[in-house]
């Protein structure tokens, strides 16, 4: 079983910045591969970044290419998304994901956090 709890949500203006965090506990962090997805109200959740197990390899959702950064930290168990030059479409909440894949499919990830809200006001 691996736990994770994310961090970092809140309200910000378009244009703004946050840096979300997700704390690992459980079996061995660096053994999973990472996402972070959203899900919007009304909308299913979709993919927004992935990292692979030794952070080596990231990937990127096209409506945040750019503006957005996954990164971990295997020391501290933790994985994080910077989020720059928000805009209101950002809105949603926010989940962290662990699985044994480098994947963008939400059936691929087995472990997933609680969520966090960010808001992005026009």
């Known amino acids: 079983q691996v736990q994770l709890v994310e961090s970092g949500g809140g309200l910000v203006q378009a244009g703004g910045s946050l840096r979300l965090s997700c704390a690992a506990s459980?079996?061995?962090?660096?053994?999973?591969?990472m996402d972070w997805f959203r899900q919007a109200p009304g909308k299913e959740r979709e993919f927004v970044a992935a990292?692979?197990?030794?952070?080596?390899?990231?990937g990127y959702a096209d409506s945040v290419k750019g503006r957005f950064t996954i990164s971990r930290d295997n020391a501290k168990n933790t994985v994080y998304l910077q989020m720059n030059s928000l805009k209101p479409e950002d809105t949603a909440v926010y989940y962290c994901?662990?699985?044994?894949?480098?994947?963008?499919?939400?059936?691929?990830?087995?472990?997933w956090g609680q969520g966090t809200q960010v808001t992005v006001s026009s």
């Open positions: 990292i692979s197990w030794s952070g080596g390899s990231t």
């Open positions: 994901a662990a699985g044994a894949y480098f994947a963008t499919v939400v059936a691929d990830f087995d472990y």
């Open positions: 459980g079996r061995t962090f660096s053994n999973y591969n």
